[in-house]
């Protein structure tokens, strides 16, 4: 069986070469972590996008959506804590001239204990064969004993240093490094600087130097664009708490450690919706989101195994629950989603920094109040790898061996629901099958294709994960009749061109995920 590595390998060339994911600027040999989206990458996002926008504004009369600027006013990022806090610890080596973020560096040490354990564990298996109780060995080999408390007393240093209440001790947090020995693994030395804080916003200039350029920084979340626009849209919508306003775009984050694909970028994008509510109500809807979303994600059908919800114990200053959801990706469980309590920090300290009342008028209570915000913010890439690693799957067809790739996408996510496919390319069959194309395109994404054998085009299709694939032959011609393929089972039957919209209905549109969603 192939090793995790080695799948998720091929996932990103078969990105590649079924245009779905590409290098950003390839010819000039790509730009560190940020990539473009193909033919079939901009249609499964977009499907993702819709299925998520939907499930939000069609789903929940109190929720709307808005678009906001990128470009924001600077005061907006000091408001925010993002100017002084969202930074990364970061350290280099002097011999490789390599930069890395200092807590990635000291995670690596801590799972390394990890691995160790695990070596332990497979040495005793192999050696007291059939009579190994691995239960007992966990708990009583004193390598393996030993091995923990060593784990157990790093990741302790390490929360303390992470939570040191004037913020993380970057010198302790050297300290960790030159303790356990860490090496660089390019130049193999142990020759570091000290740990600085590196800020992740990106920074740009507006307006031309000689008039006096304003500073200003390429959003790294895109919920600031919907707090500084809570008044607006609650009072031009007359909305009444609680409400939610969703919004999609891109973000920005000079990510130091860009690796694993599309899974850490500079430039990605975020779906992230705030709901507003009445103080002291906020754990009743954090714990009614994290089920409408697991809901959400679990319509999909990749199974709840898939799924991992990690509430944090250790919580921002403005925080009183938060939860990421992690997918099971091919390099190991990895936040895809999180759901943040965030009280009334944003609004307030956007109130602070702009001299405006931001508040609700509680028609009910007759008092004012700053509102609460339960925050849902999940990456449109990371939902797009996730959808991509767990479709992907190599089968044997069959007895002779033969072995087919094939996305088995939610058929609503597919970037193409139907193929038809002209037997020969002559015979009038090219023209019958823009006759049905013209009949199907108006609710189906379709595509015609002529070349190559009709097993060479299955495959293709497979591989991009269409759902359908009709055949047009000569017996279509005399009696209207088409073959259908259906992906999953590659089984195919005969039927009649005016049933095919009755056969394959409902199925692929973002309608049939939208019912499976549990919302109370
Ligand atoms: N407004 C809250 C917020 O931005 P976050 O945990 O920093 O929270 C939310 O980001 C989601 O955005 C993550 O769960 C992840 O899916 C996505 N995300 C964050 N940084 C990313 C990056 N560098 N590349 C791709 N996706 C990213």
Redesign the pocket.
Known sequence: MASQEEVFKKLVSHCKEYGFVFPSSEIYDGLGAVYDYGQNGVELKNNIKRYWWEAMTKLHENIVGIDAAIFMHPTTWKASGHVDAFNDPLIDNKDSKKRYRADVLIEEAIEKYNEKVEKEVEKARKRFKDSFNEEQFRTTSPKVLELIEKRDALHKRFQDVMNSPNGIDLEAMKQIIIDEEIVDPISGTRNWTDVRQFNLMFSTEMGSTADGAMKIYLRP?T?QGIFVNYLNVQKTGRMKLPFGIAQIGKAF?N?IVARQFI????E?E?M?MQFFIKPGTELDWFAKWKKTRRSWHEALGFGSHMYRFHDHDKLAHYANAATDIEFNMPFGFK????I?SRTNFDLSQHAKYSGKKIEYFDPETNESYTPYVI?T???V??MFLSVMAASYKEEVVNEKGDTRVVLSLPPALAPVKVAILPLVNKDGLPEKAEEILKELRYDYNCQIEVKDSIGKRYRRQDAIGTPYCITVDGQTIEDNTVTLRYRDTMQQERVAIADLHKIIGDSVNISSLLRKIEND
């Open positions: 979340e919920a984050r990510e899974f850490r970028m500079r990605f975020q992230e936040e895809v989603e999180g943040h925050e913010s999940i990456g890439d990371r």
